[in-house]
């Protein structure tokens, strides 16, 4: 059996809980887990997998814009107090 050594690691309780929670359904720990991303690094000679930030589609940047649009000109658009209400007025909408 290789000699193996110890590394300490931080990260927060609920993302350990959650990992771990997740590795279980996986059949493995988070020691495994760790292991296997190691070699991972050691084979790929880098860090296994790209690192960017993520990129939003056309589609929701522009439901942002939007969402910025509608915050900042509130009285352009229409509101409703209740989901009846809403309803209401897309059912009087199709209709029309």
Do not use: C, W
């Amino acid at each position: 059996m290789a000699k193996t050594s110890s590394m300490h690691i931080r990260v927060e309780q609920s993302v350990k809980e959650e990992v771990e929670s997740i590795l279980k359904t996986l059949g493995m720990t988070a020691t495994e887990a760790i292991n296997i991303y190691l070699r991972q690094i050691i084979l790929n000679s880098g860090i296994p997998f790209e690192i960017k930030t993520p990129r939003f589609s056309d589609e929701m940047l522009e439901a942002l814009a939007e969402a910025k649009e509608m915050e900042k000109h509130p009285e352009n658009y229409k509101s409703f107090n209740t989901v009846e209400e809403f309803m209401e007025d897309l059912h009087n909408e199709i209709q029309d």
